[in-house]
């Protein structure tokens, strides 16, 4: 198929080029490698034909990605993606290792703009030290089977209230005031996951088999260490990780705590019960900000006006050119998330909306991440346009809380004000959340050979060192595997600590904004438009916070969020 052409014309590749065909795609990595390189212009000319070639080829990827997520039961949709996961990617990691090796070979590589190309060629020097060749089929494996997750869990729907619901749409009735209602509904949502619960565990058994295998292969003692090193952690470790949770347990636990302990109290329950969680203490009904689709966006685009009138502009653009995709349906796979086209330099953003205030949230959230696309997008090379995953996420977080100014777009002062402070609550109840999904992956890939039981074991006990403030009784079966339904460790594994990071950067930004907002949004676009150009440490103070997840930052940051909501 051709490209869709946008705002940037491919000056290297040609426009009819059909990248879904993995002969097509070697012929243009092959005229790349046989160029010589004979002077440092001509250099920094190859590596633009280079990202070129790559932003398109990832967009490929990316728009296929996106069809079979936007309707995981459409066989012709899932078979275009695999055809490219299994054909067309392993051509990519073979080329590009080729390239890359060319690229360290070549006598003017050092002569590059060490501040423009220093993280670029520290991550082109980690690719080739990990690459191996006999990886590339366990990766399209592995691949595989995240596609196989996803269509599963997308499959899943419930009978209630007289119609068939999917699993986000059951969301809106643990909201409800109602006790016995909240229940029914929760219960009716474990069904599904019961069912599939074999299916799950075998899926994620083969998944572990497969990276660990990799991981070897690349001369790591287990996939922990292959993951952080693709994952281009070059700024902290697994034991500063474990040093995160730590902080987490000491820190944050007792205010979560004390949070549950309120909402017990306010609630009058002897017990808060799974079911409790997310319905209003003091009895209200859910907050109702809009339906469908149209009034979502109506108001969010108000919204981002208001935080700056470009963002405005920017997601104007988005809804006339079809990047948005938000409304629950069955057959689309759960969650939401933000996807760059890289070819074109435009956001997509996909999500599941059925009218509760966290999907305001959720498309505040991937708005952040789009903007921070646009921001970086008249970069040439798609690798320094890319930040790291923990700053991406200070954008997209950075914006909830931002964007949290205005919520009276879509409710009354007062409802605003209880959606403002419910959202730092929430803040807070995140991160011992974030340390149980990150402990378990840690868990589980050094623990070589372990069992099913066992792993939900481990899961158990990283639920009671975090959070044993929610009464499972009669429930344990289902508390045991509730992992199953966070798809991080399936489709990303290892990543999941990047959102309490960047939950550090964004609540500095805001803890900003308190005292002069036009600056600390000011900061925040900057460190934006830096893009992947400078290494993480960087762009946190950018944008006016520190990257540091020590105890002396942590605890202000969380007082300062309690502090907001009394």
């Known amino acids: 198929m051709p490209l869709h052409i946008g705002d940037f014309k491919p000056q290297f590749i040609d426009s009819t080029a059909d990248l879904g065909d993995p002969a097509v795609a070697r012929q243009w990595y092959d005229t790349l490698e046989k160029r010589p390189l ?83 060629l520290r991550a082109i020097q980690n690719q080739v030290a990990i690459f191996r060749e006999e990886n590339i089929p366990l990766q399209t494996e592995d691949e595989k089977l995240r596609q196989h997750y996803q269509k599963v869990v997308g499959c899943m729907t419930v009978q209630h209230d007289g119609r068939e619901q999917t699993l986000e749409e059951m969301g809106r009735y643990l909201e409800e005031p109602d006790r016995a209602v909240r229940q029914e509904a ?15 565990d075998e899926i994620y058994d083969k998944m572990v088999a497969l990276r660990q295998r990799m991981a070897k292969n690349a001369g790591f003692a287990d996939y922990r260490g292959l993951a952080f090193a693709e994952m281009e952690r070059f700024d902290y470790t697994p034991a500063d990780c474990v040093g995160f949770a730590d902080t987490i347990e000491r820190v944050v636990v007792p205010a979560a705590r004390k949070l549950a302990q309120e909402r017990k109290a306010k609630l009058g329950v002897s017990a808060l019960r799974p079911w409790d969680m997310f319905v209003d203490v003091e009895g209200r009904p859910p907050l109702k900000p809009f339906k469908g689709a149209a009034q979502l966006m109506d108001g969010v685009g108000r919204i981002f006006a208001k935080v700056a009138p470009d963002l405005g502009e920017q997601f104007g653009r988005m809804r006339r050119e079809g990047l948005l995709d938000l409304e629950s349906r ?43 696309g646009f921001a970086a997008r008249n970069e040439e090379m798609v690798a320094l346009r890319d930040a790291p995953i923990e700053f991406a996420e200070v954008a997209s977080m950075g914006m909830e809380l931002l964007a949290g100014r205005y919520l009276e777009e879509f409710y009354s002062a007062a409802d605003a004000g209880r959606a403002r402070a419910d959202h730092l609550q929430e803040t807070v109840k995140f991160f011992p959340w974030m340390a149980c999904v990150d402990m378990i992956q840690h868990w589980v890939y050094t623990h070589p050979g372990h069992t099913r039981a066992e792993r939900n074991n481990a899961w158990l006990s990283l639920n009671t060192r975090f959070n044993d403030w929610v009464d499972y009784s009669g429930y344990e079966d289902v508390i045991a595997d509730s992992w199953h339904r966070k798809g991080h460790p399936f489709t990303v594994p290892f990543y999941y600590v990047e959102y309490g990071i960047a939950q550090l950067g964004a609540l500095g930004v805001w803890r900003n904004s308190r005292s002069d907002y036009a600056a600390a949004v000011a900061a925040y ?22 990257f540091d997840f020590s105890q002396g930052t942590v605890g202000p940051l969380i007082a300062a969020a309690q502090d907001a909501t009394r």
């Not at 929760?186 to 799950?200: F, H, L, S, T, Y």
């Open 330 to 372: 069955k057959g689309k796979a759960p969650g939401g998330y933000m996807m760059m086209y890289e070819g074109r330099r435009l956001p997509f953003i996909f999500m599941n909306a059925v009218g509760t205030h966290d999907d305001v949230q959720t498309m505040l959230h991937e708005g952040g991440h789009a903007f921070h």
């Open 38 to 120: 004979g002077s440092p212009a001509a250099l920094e000319g190859w590596l633009r034909d280079w990202s070129e070639l790559d932003a398109w080829l990832d967009e490929e990827g990316s728009v296929r990605y996106v069809e079979s997520t936007c309707q995981t039961d459409d066989p012709a949709r899932e078979k275009r993606y695999l055809d490219f996961i299994e054909n067309v990617s392993p051509v990519i990691k073979a080329c590009c290792d080729r390239l890359n090796r060319k690229l360290l070979a070549c006598e003017y590589v050092n002569r590059l703009p060490r501040e423009r190309y220093e993280v670029f």
């Open 525 to 546: 676009r900057k460190a934006l438009a830096l893009g992947g150009r400078r290494p993480l440490p960087e762009l946190f103070a950018a944008a006016g916070v520190r």
């Open 186 to 200: 929760w219960e009716k949502v474990c069904g599904p996951w019961r069912a599939a619960r074999d299916e799950i």
